[in-house]
């Protein structure tokens, strides 16, 4: 093997880094949380059912990476700080991955406030949160950290019936570059990564109805739905020192939906 070969190797390694994935429990959230103890990072796994987060834990655990678990509501935010004060425990964290989601179908015409609420303080409001918390800890040690945000084809086009999910995630690209603009130059780094069609929990129902889903796979140049894992190897790009001169970004996975 070259030594070109081994140093783009070693700058994907996240060996000796600590990451927090909320959402962990299923879906893009697990799959992008054994992606990055697959590169070395011990983790912190998040979501609201522990039974589901240990599945998770057990199946890192057995690719030799160390994972602990902290099944949290924390839609409410008011113990974000002490959430973080667990999730460091045995060590400070260097990556937060923001995995955990909320959707609602509804045609604007009728959608509900309850539901408008739930939907920002979710995809929004908790994101924002606890990379202000994790942030503001990490400028205060004066060390590197990475923040990756899992956002949508939303972010960057409009699509029917979500118009919360909408407004959410083209939210959270702000808050990505206004968080690049004010701390990127004193170590931390936020991107983004944005998933096409994947057929997860989320969108199962959306795919069932078949007329649907075939309008849907009609548009993907590349013919087929993603899969979770698909956005494993892009979250530990920007996680890593492989994205080091890289803040304020989205990379969008979704073979070719946006381009078509």
């Known amino acids: 093997m070259s030594d070109l070969s081994s140093e783009s190797q070693s700058s994907f390694c996240l060996r000796g880094r600590k990451a927090l994935v909320t959402g962990a429990s299923r879906g893009i959230g697990k799959a992008i949380a054994k992606a ?57 964290i ?7 989601g909320a959707q609602h179908r509804e045609a604007a015409t009728t959608f509900p406030l309850e539901e408008w ?14 990379s202000q918390e994790i942030g503001r800890r990490q400028l205060e040690r004066q060390v590197p950290g990475s923040h990756v945000f899992v956002a949508s084809l939303t972010s960057v086009l409009g699509l029917p019936d979500l118009v ?13 570059r206004a968080l690049s603009r004010e701390w990127s130059g004193q170590g931390l780094r936020f ?43 892009p979250a530990v790009f920007l ?8 803040t304020g970004q989205l990379l969008i996975i979704d073979g070719g939906w946006a381009a078509a």
């Open 36 to 92: 990055l103890a697959g590169a070395g990072a011990d983790v912190v796994l998040s979501s609201r059912s522990v039974d589901a987060l240990n599945i998770t834990a057990a199946e890192i655990e057995r690719m030799g990476r160390s994972a602990a678990v902290i099944a949290a509501d924390l839609s409410e935010h008011s113990s974000i700080s002490d959430f973080v004060d667990r999730a460091e425990e045995g060590g400070p």
């Open 94 to 100: 260097d990556i937060v991955c923001h995995a955990a």
């Open 117 to 130: 609420e739930h939907v920002l303080a979710v995809n929004l409001t908790l994101p924002f949160l606890l």
């Open 164 to 176: 919360a999910y909408n407004a959410a995630k083209s939210g959270l690209m702000g808050v990505v």
């Open 191 to 233: 991107n983004a990564v944005s998933p096409g069609y994947v057929e997860t929990e989320m969108t199962k129902d959306l795919f069932a109805d078949e007329q649907k889903r075939a309008s849907l796979l009609a548009r993907i140049p590349m013919g087929e739905f993603g899969t979770p894992e698909q956005l494993g190897a």
């Open 239 to 246: 996680a890593s020192n492989a994205s080091e001169y890289m």
